[in-house]
């Protein structure tokens, strides 16, 4: 089964760039059907969909934070990536990588679409 | 962007009880509506797509239902391993959102 590995740093200075990967296993990254997606969990708040990217290098961003992210895929290392510039301490969180499947499961016209499976977490402390 | 609220954000119950989380949207989603579990500790995993459809190996004791605007997932039967804390999400419109989440404690 495909598990998802986050790693990078765990504090970060404001003003700078974190830059989170995540490693695929047990499974392709190249599989048409997937979007390889960054998602956030800020102290005391719910999830935040920060982007995706497909394998193609297709990708899309929350509007709210496209101004500062970079998502890119290494395909020969079942890799992809996330850039989050110009930091505050409002981007400390825990960094999910999760899949995303889409089109997904479409029945009757409809197409739905979920994440699984999702990695354990990197949490992110950004702080001088 | 389409805010998910749900309620209650927090709520106690014994074994065996029924528990009922909701879920709205501040705009119709159709059915395009997930909902995830999260230990503490762990990642979300997904437990429910298309608002009422369960994903594979999750217990029938789950249960989703609605459409449009108002959601809601049932355990009918309240199991200690289903503390946790219980998220919606919505995938009609992007950005997809989620909502703020539900801990559900024993």
């Known amino acids: 089964q495909v598990q998802l590995q986050e790693s990078g740093p765990g504090l970060v200075k404001p003003s700078q760039t974190l830059s989170l990967t995540c490693t695929v296993s047990?499974?392709?990254?190249?599989?048409?059907?997937?979007?390889w997606s960054w998602i956030r969990q800020r102290p005391g708040q719910g999830l935040e969909w920060i982007g995706y990217i497909h394998y193609s290098g297709g990708t899309s961003f929350n509007p709210a934070l496209k101004s500062r992210v970079t998502i890119s895929i290494d395909t020969s290392k079942k890799q992809f990536s996330l850039k989050l510039s110009s930091l505050t301490a409002a981007d400390t969180a825990m960094y999910y990588c999760a899949r995303y499947n889409l089109p997904g499961y479409c029945s009757g016209g409809a197409c739905y679409n979920w994440f699984d499976p999702w990695g354990q977490g990197s949490q992110v402390t950004v702080s001088s | 962007d389409i805010q998910m609220t749900q309620s209650p954000s927090s709520l106690s119950a014994s074994v065996g009880d029924r528990v009922t989380i909701t879920c709205r949207a501040s705009q119709t989603v159709s059915s395009y509506l997930n909902w995830y579990q999260q230990k503490p500790g762990e990642a979300p995993k997904a437990l429910i797509y298309a608002a009422s459809t369960l994903q594979s190996g999750v217990p029938s004791r789950f249960s989703g239902s609605g459409s449009g605007t108002d959601f809601t997932l049932t355990i009918s039967s309240l199991q200690p391993e289903d503390c946790a804390t219980y998220y919606c999400?919505?995938?009609?419109?992007?950005?997809?959102?989620f909502g703020q989440g539900t801990k559900v404690e024993i």
């Open positions: 999400q919505q995938t009609y419109n992007i950005p997809t959102t």
């Open positions: 047990g499974g392709s990254i190249s599989s048409g059907g997937y979007y």
